[in-house]
């Protein structure tokens, strides 16, 4: 069934040495987005996290924050790039005998210049221990998330089957009242032709245009049994598993299309009154497919 691309989903994961905690958010969006929260120690995680969420979200913002409160396996130590810091010591030194300056280089000078201080993390059996309670945190998420996500779009489903519903009486009633629209083009055919004799002779040529106009504008069964049609994809669509936003976007653009030329071709009463209504039943249709995954 659809899936709304609104929903949230947290998830935690807790060991003697401390608790990962997951957070999802998901929002509209054409594409799939993803914007990722880490601390900066857990940065390497960032391709298997975002693996995770294309597995299981297909389109949609998705803005995820990670947290850890525990310091197991995190200790780390200060390094100083020594052969970089003389290097800095040497070209500046030369510098100020070239400009002839005063100012001596401190320590604090060099260590403050790019790559001269680092931070390295001392256990790398740190991050071994840590992704198995990333991964729970992040597959509990997921799964609050899904659900989410799934209950909105039962939700929908069952507006859009009530729309689809609708649409279907009204089509039933437009196709009950064709021939009406049909007569009433004959009617003003009829009359056209008695414009035309009350002249005299027939214009030949005149007439066979007005006949092929009539033939033209009187039928709608082909739009009627084209609206059916994208009706019943519809209605398929909303009932079927994975991505069917696009799709449904789609469908109501045909849906919109055919219905706008049988407005075009309608002079029954009736049938125009039923013309406006399903419009405005395709055009919920569309807002609401900007929700759907």
């Known amino acids: ?15 003697r040495d401390g608790k990962v905690t997951v957070e999802i958010k998901t929002v509209n969006h054409k594409f799939f987005d993803e914007t990722l929260k ?10 298997r996290i975002k693996e ?3 597995k299981a979200i297909k389109r949609g913002k998705v803005n995820l924050n990670l947290a850890y409160t525990g310091s197991a396996g995190r200790g780390g130590r200060v390094c100083i790039n020594r052969k970089l810091a003389k290097n800095y010591h040497d070209e500046l030194t030369r510098l100020e005998r070239y400009l002839g300056a005063k100012n001596s280089l ?6 403050a210049l790019p790559g001269v201080l680092a931070y390295e993390t001392v256990d790398r059996r740190f991050y071994d221990m840590i992704w198995p309670r990333v991964k729970e945190a992040l597959d509990a998420a997921l799964k609050k998330l899904v659900a989410d996500r799934e209950k909105e779009g039962r939700s929908t489903y069952k507006d859009l089957k009530k729309r689809a519903g609708d649409i279907s009486r009204m089509l039933a009633e437009i196709k ?11 009617k003003r055919f009829a009359e056209r032709v008695r414009d035309l004799a009350s002249g005299g ?3 030949r040529g005149r007439l066979e245009m007005e006949v092929a106009i009539f033939a033209k504008n009187s039928d709608i069964s082909e739009e009627i049994a084209r609206l059916s049609n994208h009706l019943s994809n519809f209605t398929a669509t909303i009932g079927g598993n994975g991505e069917a936003g696009k799709k449904l976007d789609f469908i109501a653009q045909e849906l919109h299309r055919e219905i706008n030329t049988i407005g075009a071709k309608a002079s029954d009463f009736r049938i ?3 013309v406006i209504e399903i419009k405005g039943e395709i055009e919920k249709i569309r807002e609401q497919a900007k929700n759907i995954e």
């Open 1 to 15: 069934m659809i899936r709304s691309m609104t929903g949230f989903g947290k998830g935690e994961a807790k060991s």
């Open 52 to 54: 995770a969420l294309q």
């Open 106 to 111: 401190g320590v604090k000078d060099i260590m």
């Open 176 to 186: 009950s009242r064709a021939h009406l629209n049909v007569d009433e083009y004959r």
């Open 272 to 274: 125009s009154k039923n």
């Open 201 to 203: 002779e027939i214009d």
């Open 38 to 47: 880490l601390p900066e120690d857990m940065a390497s995680f960032e391709e």
